[in-house]
């Protein structure tokens, strides 16, 4: 078979064959290939299976990277000026918040800098030849000025500038500019003089009307002797900063100045030194909604049972043992203008705790007397000076789970009930997913909103919603 044609492929197929051969260092006809040797082969096979034409100069294979969770990708363009070795700096910081980054040097950046150290710093090869046969055999510039969220320039220089401002494309760099569809930020640096020329400022002026994004010049020395001004490009720190807004724009607080009281995970009672009465719950519901509501704004006091998990950040978390421990720090955290009690408080605890360890004898197993804990949810709920505004409970239910969280509903005196079916066939006890009612006071009846099967962050985010939406509308019907 010596050519290989292939049909109506969709849009997204043929994407993910350019972006493989890309990181292959292969055509896109030879990376079909490879695929289809994969396939008859299996992977060891065809990774040492010849080229297809024989003499053929294949790209040997770079390194293939998938995208860590919530990394982001940048294309930095560093233009010739003498600041290109703030950009060097720029790489470290950008890396640091979890942005990948992809080089381009232009050929005038390189009397500064080489694309040996931009490559060891991002862990990724450099780009500096628009007709570099190993990344245009299928338009590679294209990917460049595409495969990322976004594409920064530092320094911009005021050729750059000139060329962005006016289309043109003569190298690597302009091309890419000219070619991508993603946001641009720029970091001029260039002697005074040159940034306030007339030519500079109309280029400037018409960046911004094609929404151009720029931080700095800034003003000080510059390299050259006795010259001072604004030109100096913005410090490494404050063009990541610049990036980061671009590329995660704050999120809306809407429970800023709320304070969010949360329980979560089970409790132990201890039997003796050594034993106690626990169930299932690994606190992962809890946590969840607890990193939700501290990022809508919220400060967040969050008590917590014996569980294994990491504190979520910027949330002030209350560690505990049994519950009677967990009422009395959730009685201390108040006032609060929302409570959810999503802990699996155990019921009873040993109403003698052995001093000692209780030891096997003749005589049998020794007698356990059980006496019912304090029920944290109804407590809170009836108060009468320092109830929350909205008190919401969880109903981890085996058996008849709507009817059980009406009853509790009413019985506890809660606003809200999330119930969920814990039996062990659903796994939700201490696993990832959770399937949930909404149970809400409406109209002095009590309505059901029924969620599909969401992951535990996927649950805290919509419950963290309904109650903003709540606190906004200000619709809580409150229990009498």
């Not at 010849?50 to 040997?60: E, I, M, N, T």
């Not at 450099?126 to 510039?141: I, K, M, N, R």
């Not at 606190?283 to 501290?294: E, L, M, R, T, W």
Request: aromatic share 2%; proline share 7%.
């Amino acid at each position: 078979m010596a050519s290989l044609t292939i049909r109506k492929l969709d849009e997204a197929i043929k994407l993910d064959l350019r972006q493989r051969a890309a990181r292959s260092g292969r055509s896109v006809e030879e990376e079909v290939r490879v695929i289809l040797r994969e396939t008859l082969q299996g992977p060891e096979e065809a990774a040492v299976a010849p080229p297809v034409s024989p003499g053929a100069v294949v790209p040997s294979p770079g390194p293939q990277r998938t995208r860590a969770p919530g990394e982001l990708r940048v294309t930095l363009i560093i233009g010739g000026g003498i600041a290109a070795y703030k950009s060097l700096d720029l790489i470290r910081r950008l890396k640091e918040r979890r942005i990948r980054v992809r080089c381009v040097l232009t050929r005038a950046a390189q009397h500064f800098i080489t694309p040996l150290s931009a490559s060891a710093l991002s862990h990724e090869r450099v780009y500096t030849d628009l007709f570099d046969p190993q990344s245009e055999f299928d338009a590679g510039h294209i990917r460049l000025a595409r495969d990322c969220e976004l594409i920064v320039v530092a320094p911009a220089t005021a050729d750059l500038m000139a060329k962005m401002a006016n289309g043109l494309a003569d190298d690597l760099a302009s091309a890419i500019l000219l070619a991508t569809n993603r946001k641009i930020l720029l970091a001029p640096a260039m002697n005074p003089l040159m940034w306030s020329n007339a030519a500079t400022q109309r280029n400037v002026g018409q960046l911004g009307r094609d929404g151009v994004v720029m931080v700095g010049p800034n003003a000080g020395e510059m390299a050259e002797a006795n010259e001072a001004g604004v030109g100096r490009m913005a410090e490494p720190v404050e063009i990541a900063d610049a990036v980061e807004r671009l590329l995660r724009p704050p999120q809306p607080r809407p429970l800023a100045g709320k304070r969010v009281l949360i329980t979560a995970g089970p409790t132990h009672e201890p039997i003796d030194p050594v034993r106690y009465i626990a169930n299932r719950s690994s606190g992962k519901q809890g946590f969840a909604i607890a990193a939700v509501a501290q990022a809508a704004g919220a400060e967040v006091i969050l008590v917590a049972g014996p569980v294994d998990l990491d504190d979520p950040p910027g949330v002030s978390v209350r560690h505990v043992e049994s519950a009677r421990q967990m009422l009395q720090e959730v009685e201390g955290a108040l006032p609060a203008d929302i409570a959810i009690f999503a802990a699996a408080v155990a019921d009873w605890r040993v109403a003698n705790e052995g001093a000692q360890k209780l030891k096997k004898t003749s005589a049998g197993m020794p007698p356990l007397q059980l006496v019912e804990n304090p029920d944290i949810l109804a407590t809170v709920s009836k108060l009468r000076d320092k109830r929350p505004p909205l008190v919401i409970g969880f109903a981890a239910e085996t058996e008849h789970l709507i009817d059980n969280a009406r009853a509790k509903l009413k019985k506890k005196g809660c606003d809200w009930i999330v119930a969920n079916d814990v039996s062990p066939a659903t796994g939700v006890m201490g696993g990832d997913r959770n399937t949930v009612h909404l149970l809400t006071r409406t109209d002095g009846d009590i309505a059901v909103d029924s969620w599909p099967v969401m992951t535990k962050e996927e649950v805290a985010k919509e419950l963290i919603a309904h109650v903003v939406k709540a606190v906004a509308d200000r619709t809580l019907e409150l229990a009498p």
